[in-house]
């Protein structure tokens, strides 16, 4: 029960995605083969694919193999950038398969233990493969904490941070950075859990998780210098979550909370350019009506809106009248919205969010 309590204080693995090399499959086994399709007036094959031999010398053919189980999935399919040959690959939760859930932390021990016990069932199941030659073809990471503010408080934050060439995705309880080769996500774990009707009342209150996924064997080997499962257990595990705390450095918390406080002046600033050559005069009043002071108390702050300010308009009775109507607009919202959001800054917010994923 005390490991338990480990809610993600360290970087740990999620899912693994396992390409298997070498492997019999039995005669007598657990695969569900999905038929070749074929053309109805003729009856002649579309894809037919050569699945497997089986240890009796029996050739399976069709367009793919799946077993799926409560632990693992498993599919036998052709290679997808060439039609001739066959790959078999195994995917899989290391926390869920420990816990029967995906929120705890599993130690590089426990971790081992699940991929021993995947490798059972698929003997047992008529698959037969020694799980250590396996080559890693997806490895996820995550780390869990539990944030001081609600999820949207911090919702701001990830719209300036964004990974380079990646493709970023914001929703309403999660924020996704991703190319092809990786994907850095954030998202409210105990939200995610009640759409999937999993009982919270275990759980802390409130938790935000950040999973890093290396989406390929090339990307795996590029980040942590190996891509075996021999190799994640002989010490390539303390390696995975040493790299892991400087990827999320290098992609998303790279700044100091001044940059982070310049970038979010840098955005409010474009707007401001705009309102001020559309409506010249009173435009910071269209400006506020436009946007609404909910808006910029949540995205910015008085402070972050001062520094936009500062940078586009030289007279400073007009930036201090423009703080004073902010300042005022924002105590009756305040008084409107009662407690939904925080007051915090985006320097505070991201501070706390650097020194609990980073630590």
């Given at each position: 029960l005390q490991s338990l309590q480990q809610i993600g204080t360290?970087?740990?693995l999620d899912t693994v995605h396992l390409h298997l090399t070498d492997y019999s499959v039995q005669a007598e086994n657990s695969l569900t083969i999905e038929p070749s399709p074929y053309k109805a007036s003729t009856g002649e094959l579309v894809s037919d694919f050569h699945l497997y031999t089986d240890n009796e010398g029996r050739q399976v053919n069709g367009k793919k193999a799946h077993w799926n189980t409560p632990h693992f999935q498993l599919t036998f399919a052709p290679f997808t950038k060439s039609l001739e040959g066959v790959s078999c690959?195994?995917?899989?939760?290391?926390?869920?398969?420990?816990?029967?859930n995906n929120y705890y932390s599993v130690g590089e021990q426990g971790s081992e233990a699940v991929f021993k016990e995947i490798e059972k069932?698929?003997?047992?199941?008529?698959?037969?493969t020694d799980i250590s030659t396996c080559n890693i073809t997806r490895l996820d990471?995550?780390?869990?904490?539990?944030?001081?503010e609600n999820f949207n408080s911090y919702s701001p934050l990830f719209g300036l941070l964004k990974m380079r060439r990646g493709v970023d995705r914001q929703y309403p309880e999660s924020f996704l950075l991703r190319n092809s080769q990786q994907q850095f996500c954030v998202y409210d774990k105990i939200a995610e859990m009640k759409k999937r009707q999993v009982d919270i009342s275990p759980f802390p209150?409130?938790?935000m998780r950040f999973e890093h996924r290396c989406m390929n064997k090339q990307k795996v080997q590029n980040v942590f210098g190996f891509s075996s499962v021999e190799s994640l257990f002989e010490g390539g595990y303390l390696t995975v979550k040493k790299r892991q705390v400087e990827e999320w450095k290098d992609?998303?918390?790279r700044y100091e909370v001044e940059e982070v406080m310049s970038l979010g002046s840098s955005v409010i600033e474009q707007e401001?350019?705009?309102?001020?050559?559309?409506?010249?005069?009173?435009?910071?009043?269209?400006?506020?009506?436009s946007n609404g002071t909910r808006y910029l108390a949540e995205v910015a702050g008085v402070e972050v809106v001062r520094m936009a300010l500062q940078n586009i308009e030289a007279e400073k009775t007009m930036v201090w009248r423009a703080e004073k109507t902010l300042e005022q607009a924002r105590r009756e919202s305040d008084f409107v919205r009662q407690a939904e959001s925080t007051n915090k800054t985006l320097g505070t917010l991201y501070l706390e969010l650097k020194e609990?994923?980073?630590n």
């Open positions: 360290i970087m740990t690959f195994v995917q899989f939760s290391v926390p869920k398969v420990h816990y029967g069932e698929l003997w047992e199941g008529g698959v037969h990471t995550f780390k869990n904490i539990e944030p001081e209150e409130k938790t992609s998303l918390f401001l350019r705009y309102f001020r050559e559309k409506y010249k005069r009173n435009w910071f009043d269209w400006f506020l009506k609990k994923v980073l």
